[in-house]
C-alpha cells in the first residue's frame, strides 16, 4: 500500500533522515507499521531542533517539498496565489498515486488537501482533525471551510474523519477518536504525593499568546498571596518567553519560578510524575495531549474548559476547570483544597484511571481497523 500523508507540519532532512515535531511523528509512526510506501506532501524547514522533533521509521519514505505559504495578510495572500499551481500540481500526482490519503487537519496544506480530495472519491481516506471541533466554538475561515468539506458526505466520499470529542448532529464519516502517548507496559504505581506540602505546577507547552503562559504565573503568584506555598515550572519556548523572564523579575519570582525551554520527553515525563499540578490555560486546543500525559501519572489538570477538555475531566470530576474570566473563583476553588487533601487524592486517582484507558496498544489496534478497510 502506498500511504500518502499530507500536512502543514514543518519537515526536517537530516542525516539523511526525515524529522518533524515529534508527537505527531510518534502517532504517524504507528500508521507506518502498516504500509509499503509512504509519500509525504509538506514545507520542510532548516529551523531544526532535536529536542521537540523525531525521525519518522519506515524504510521507504518519501516527501515532496512545498514552500510554505499564509492566508492571513494581503501581501501573504497574493504570494500564496503564486504557490498555489506549483502545490495543487503536487498534491493532484501524489493522490492519483496513492493507495490511501491521510490528511492532517486543520492547516493549510490540509484545506487543500481538502479540495483536491474530491477529485478522488473511489480512493479510501482519513483525515484526523487536530484542532477543536466543536461546531459553536470560534474558528478561523479556513479552520471552518475544512469542517465543512469534511463532514460533506458529496463532496467527502470513502473517507473516515478523526476527531476529537462527542459532538451532536454530526454526519455519518465523522467518528470519535483520541491519541496517545504511553504503551500500555509503562503503567507504573502512581507517585504519593503529599498535598499539605507546598505544590509543584507545570506548565508545558508553547510560551505563545495561544497558550497563555502568564496566566499561569498570574495563578500561582495570586495563590501564593493566600498564603499557599507554590512552586511553577515552565517548559517550552516561544515568542512569549522575554515577556514572561520580565514578568518573573517584576513579581521577585526567580524562587519560585523556573524556566527550562524545550526539553525531550523523558525530562517531561518526570516533571509530570511528580508535579501536583499541571496548569494549561489555553486558548484553543484539540486533544490535548500533555493533558491526557499528565492525567496518566496522577497529576492533577488544572485546564480551560474548552474543546473537548470537560468531557476529558468529567466536568471537574478528574481535574479543574479554570475560569479565566474569573480567575479569583479558580484560586478559591484551590484554596479550599488544601483544607480536603484527601480529594486532591481523588482526582488523581480518577485522572490516571480515566487517562490510562488510552495507551498507544489501544491507539494501534484502532488505527489497524482503519487501515484494514483499503
Not at 515529534?22 to 500508521?31: C, G, I, T
Not at 492533577?300 to 470530576?317: A, F, K, N, Q
Request: a positive charge.
Amino acid at each position: 500500500m502506498t500511504f500518502l500523508i499530507i500536512s502543514h507540519t514543518n519537515h526536517y532532512e537530516v542525516n539523511h533522515q526525515l524529522h518533524a515535531y515529534a508527537p505527531y511523528v510518534r502517532e504517524m509512526n504507528l500508521w507506518l507499521k502498516h504500509v509499503d510506501q509512504v509519500n509525504i506532501v509538506a514545507p520542510v524547514s532548516n529551523d531544526f531542533d532535536p529536542n521537540i522533533n523525531l525521525a519518522y521509521k519506515h524504510p521507504n519514505i518519501s516527501i515532496d517539498k512545498v514552500p510554505a505559504f499564509s492566508l492571513i495578510g494581503l501581501k501573504e495572500k497574493l504570494s500564496t496565489l503564486t504557490k498555489l499551481p506549483k502545490i495543487l500540481s503536487l498534491l493532484f500526482k501524489a493522490m492519483k498515486q496513492a493507495d490511501h490519503i491521510h490528511l492532517r487537519c486543520p492547516g493549510n496544506m490540509g484545506l487543500l488537501g481538502c479540495l483536491v480530495q474530491i477529485l478522488f472519491p473511489k480512493t479510501p481516506k482519513t483525515a484526523k482533525y487536530a484542532g477543536n471541533w466543536d461546531p459553536n466554538s470560534k474558528q478561523p475561515w479556513s479552520y471552518k471551510l475544512q469542517q465543512w468539506i469534511l463532514s460533506n458526505t458529496f463532496l467527502t466520499k470513502n473517507m473516515q474523519v478523526l476527531v476529537y470529542g462527542q459532538w451532536p448532529n454530526q454526519t455519518s464519516n465523522i467518528r470519535p477518536f483520541f491519541t496517545a502517548t504511553y504503551h500500555d507496559n509503562e503503567k507504573e504505581q502512581l507517585y504519593v504525593r503529599d498535598y499539605t506540602k507546598p505544590w509543584h505546577f507545570c506548565f508545558v507547552g508553547s510560551l505563545s499568546q495561544g497558550k497563555r503562559p502568564q496566566l499561569a504565573l498570574q495563578l500561582v503568584h495570586q495563590l501564593r498571596a493566600k498564603g499557599i506555598e507554590a512552586i511553577v515550572h515552565f517548559y517550552g519556548n516561544g515568542e512569549l518567553k522575554t515577556d514572561l523572564v520580565k514578568n518573573i523579575q517584576q513579581l521577585n519570582a526567580e524562587d519560585w519560578a523556573f524556566l527550562y525551554g524545550n526539553q525531550p520527553k523523558d525530562v517531561v515525563k518526570k516533571a509530570l510524575k511528580y508535579s501536583h499540578f499541571l496548569i494549561l490555560p489555553s486558548q484553543s486546543e484539540g486533544w490535548p495531549k500533555v493533558v491526557a500525559e499528565a492525567m496518566f501519572w496522577g497529576c492533577i489538570p488544572i485546564v480551560t474548559p474548552i474543546s473537548c477538555v470537560p468531557w476529558m475531566l468529567d466536568h471537574g470530576h478528574r481535574g479543574v476547570l479554570m475560569d479565566v474570566q474569573n480567575l479569583n473563583q479558580t484560586i478559591d476553588k484551590l484554596k479550599s483544597f488544601k483544607d480536603t487533601p484527601k480529594d486532591l487524592e481523588q482526582l488523581s486517582t480518577k485522572a490516571a484511571e480515566w487517562s490510562r484507558q488510552y495507551t498507544l496498544d489501544k491507539f494501534e489496534l484502532e488505527i489497524q481497523k482503519l487501515l484494514d478497510k483499503t
